[in-house]
């Protein structure tokens, strides 16, 4: 394969409440951390799979995923880009293809991982996975009132896997890290590069907070 998959799985979970880092915390009996690198592991394209770990857990880590899938673990940092940067660090020669996927999207399936892949593959320098937005969206002011309504129809909603040729990664990485940035793409935005949207997936949901753990059991039973 010629893909690398880093897995950012550092944060505390501080949204999903008690219990321990998010990428730790049970679903269907396993972690959110083996249910995302097994589905990242099904996917053809991919030869090399990097996890950023709580760093208290990297030895944990790393025997939790030795019998689902051939993975490096390497520390996290206290912010996400800073633990993408350190997966990053640590993907081996050979992957032409970057992508970067939070663990906290357990239930991405292979599909796409192969999707966003193939757009790399197919020429697209940065890829992400959208889906329309549902809700009306409104600005609002820090007094509750309404300052105005955003054109939905321009909206998508964005999640990961991200996919990146993997020098236009490396660029965006090694450039001032935002910390208000949410996503990688956000960083390669910035180095003027294009960013193309491919179809996202419902089942690749972030687990956020407790109301997404109960989802994400619901959707456990359903082939994907
Ligand atoms: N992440 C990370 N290192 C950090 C912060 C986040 O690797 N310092 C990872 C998380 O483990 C998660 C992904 O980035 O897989 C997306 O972050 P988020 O959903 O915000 O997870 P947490 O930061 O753990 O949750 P919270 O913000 O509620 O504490
Ligand atoms: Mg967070």
Same mark, same amino acid.
């Given at each position: !394969?010629?893909?690398?998959?880093? #897995?950012?799985?550092?944060?505390?979970?501080? @949204?999903?409440? $008690?219990? !321990?880092?998010?990428?730790?915390?049970?679903? !269907?009996?396993? *972690?959110?951390? /083996?249910?995302?690198?097994?589905?990242?592991?099904?996917? *053809?394209? /991919?030869?090399?799979?990097?996890?950023?770990?709580?760093?208290?857990?990297?030895?944990?880590?790393?025997?939790?995923?030795?019998?689902?899938?051939?993975?490096?673990?390497?520390?996290?940092?206290?912010? @996400?880009?800073?633990?993408?940067?350190?997966?990053?660090?640590?993907?081996?020669?050979?992957?032409?293809?970057? =992508?970067?996927?939070?663990?906290?999207? $357990?239930?991405?399936?292979?599909?796409?991982?192969?999707?966003?892949?193939?757009? /790399?593959?197919? !020429?697209?320098?940065? /890829?992400?996975?959208?889906?329309?937005?549902?809700?009306?969206?409104?600005?609002?002011?820090?007094?509750?009132?309404?300052?105005?309504?955003?054109? @939905?129809?321009?909206?998508?909603?964005?999640?990961?896997?991200?996919?990146?040729?993997?020098?236009?990664?490396?660029?965006?990485?090694?450039?001032?890290?935002?910390?208000?940035?949410?996503?990688?793409?956000?960083?390669?935005?910035?180095?003027? #590069?294009?960013?193309?949207?491919?179809?996202?997936?419902?089942?690749?949901?972030?687990?956020?907070?407790?109301?997404?753990?109960?989802?994400?059991? =619901?959707?456990?039973?359903?082939?994907?």
């Amino acid at each position: !394969g010629d893909v690398a998959v880093l #897995v950012p799985a550092a944060g505390a979970g501080v @949204r999903l409440g $008690a219990g !321990g880092p998010k990428a730790l915390r049970r679903l !269907g009996g396993e *972690p959110l951390l /083996v249910h995302a690198v097994r589905r990242v592991a099904a996917a *053809p394209s /991919v030869s090399a799979i990097v996890v950023a770990a709580p760093p208290p857990d990297v030895e944990a880590v790393r025997a939790l995923l030795a019998p689902v899938a051939p993975v490096i673990v390497v520390a996290g940092g206290a912010e @996400r880009q800073q633990s993408v940067a350190a997966a990053l660090a640590a993907v081996p020669e050979g992957p032409d293809i970057i =992508l970067v996927h939070d663990a906290a999207r $357990a239930l991405a399936p292979a599909s796409l991982v192969e999707s966003v892949a193939a757009a /790399v593959r197919a !020429g697209s320098a940065a /890829v992400i996975p959208v889906l329309p937005v549902v809700d009306t969206v409104k600005e609002v002011g820090a007094d509750g009132v309404v300052l105005g309504t955003v054109d @939905r129809s321009a909206l998508r909603a964005v999640q990961t896997p991200q996919g990146f040729r993997r020098s236009i990664l490396a660029a965006a990485h090694a450039g001032a890290a935002a910390a208000y940035l949410t996503d990688d793409a956000g960083l390669v935005e910035k180095q003027g #590069v294009p960013v193309t949207c491919v179809p996202g997936h419902e089942h690749a949901l972030k687990i956020t907070r407790p109301f997404d753990l109960a989802v994400a059991e =619901l959707l456990l039973g359903q082939a994907t």
